[in-house]
């Protein structure tokens, strides 16, 4: 069983802190959620815990790998709330592109994956052309091909329909139920299973 613990974690932007003393920990099979007002940190404690910010003060331990080890890297999916994705390619490029960056096969369905959000008649389309759920759907179909164990979504939910939030919860709850661990951030009520909250 995987275990993500972070203990008395402090984040400082400037000359304000951000939060201080945050500790938690989640578990293969749980998503925890994190709530709180905007610009309370929920961003800046994803990114931390991907490795993309830095901390004042504090531990993260993933399985007693080091937050820098190549492993705790391979183990780690981190989609941001807004997409990063290439306007001037296509949907099937994009995805390709990206799963380059993460834990995945070498045998992908990236048709697949774009089905699975509702994209399949979008595969060579332009993003760019595309509306901003669709581009988000996009990002989110990375979750139909990765073998991260941890999932770090900040704000997946945002500029979907309600059946594409269905849809991604549905794979989320999948992912956990496989011994994955997940994050995520939301102003969103969530209707996942096994789900825990934190509030910054």
């Given at each position: 069983?995987?275990?993500l613990?972070v203990?008395?974690?402090?984040c400082?932007k400037?000359?304000n ?5 945050l500790?938690?920990?989640v578990?293969s099979?749980?998503v925890?959620?994190v709530?709180?007002a905007?610009?309370?940190g929920?961003?800046?404690l ?8 830095s901390f004042?003060?504090g531990?993260?331990?993933?399985d007693?790998?080091?937050?820098k080890s190549?492993?705790?890297?391979l183990?780690l999916?981190?989609l941001?709330h807004l997409?990063s994705?290439?306007p ?9 592109y990206?799963?380059?960056l993460?834990k995945?096969?070498?045998?992908n369905?990236?048709?697949k994956?774009?089905?699975?959000v ?18 988000k759907?996009?990002?989110l ?9 941890v999932w770090?979504?900040?704000?997946p939910?945002s ?7 269905t849809?991604i919860?549905?794979k989320?709850?999948?992912h ?10 939301t102003?969103q009520?969530c ?6 909250e934190?509030?910054?």
């Amino acid at each position: 069983m995987s275990k993500l613990i972070v203990n008395n974690l402090s984040c400082q932007k400037g000359y304000n802190l951000v939060f201080e003393n945050l500790s938690f920990e989640v578990n293969s099979g749980e998503v925890l959620k994190v709530s709180g007002a905007n610009g309370s940190g929920k961003t800046s404690l994803l990114r931390i815990i991907a490795g993309l910010s830095s901390f004042e003060s504090g531990e993260i331990d993933y399985d007693s790998f080091n937050l820098k080890s190549e492993q705790y890297k391979l183990d780690l999916l981190y989609l941001g709330h807004l997409a990063s994705l290439s306007p001037e390619l296509s949907c099937l490029e994009n995805l390709k592109y990206s799963s380059l960056l993460g834990k995945n096969s070498l045998k992908n369905d990236y048709s697949k994956a774009l089905k699975q959000v509702g994209l399949e008649k979008y595969e060579n389309d332009l993003v760019g052309t595309l509306s901003a759920g669709q581009k988000k759907r996009i990002a989110l179909s990375l979750l139909f091909i990765t073998q991260s164990k941890v999932w770090l979504l900040d704000e997946p939910f945002s500029a979907l329909d309600s059946k594409a939030i269905t849809i991604i919860e549905s794979k989320i709850e999948e992912h956990c139920i496989n011994g994955g661990l997940c994050i995520l951030t939301t102003h969103q009520e969530c209707n996942i299973k096994n789900l825990k909250e934190i509030r910054l």
